[in-house]
């Protein structure tokens, strides 16, 4: 990451000095690295996000909004998996979709659909 294109991505009012801005610069390119695939944008994106933070609010705060982020979303995929087996108990034992008709629609692998079903 070029310096110009990390003061763009920060805006104008960043709050960050020159030698805070080398560090992050610093960090972007380490970032890039780690997460060096095209399809790791969202990573690379919550990485850089969470390196500025981290140099901006409290350690603590950032930390416990992270950890709640992380619960809630754990949380979500727990109650989108209930439905969905649930839904694979009705819509494929009724016979409207089969199972790998379900699982092309749902996202999720048809072995996870035939396990949801009992047949594993």
Do not use: C
Request: proline share 2%.
């Amino acid at each position: 990451m070029q310096r110009y294109e990390l003061t763009a991505w920060l805006g104008d009012d960043h709050g960050l000095d020159e030698d805070q801005l080398a560090e992050l610069l610093q960090q972007a390119d380490e970032i890039e690295e780690r997460y060096a695939d095209p399809d790791d944008q969202p990573e690379r994106d919550a990485a850089l996000s969470a390196a500025y933070r981290l140099m901006t609010e409290p350690v603590e705060e950032v930390l416990a909004d992270y950890g709640k982020q992380r619960s809630d979303a754990r949380a979500a995929a727990s109650a989108a998996s209930a439905a969905l087996q649930q839904a694979a108990r009705t819509v494929v034992a009724d016979g409207k979709l089969s199972e790998a008709g379900f699982s092309r629609m749902a996202s999720v692998d048809r072995m996870s659909v035939r396990k949801w079903l009992g047949k594993q």
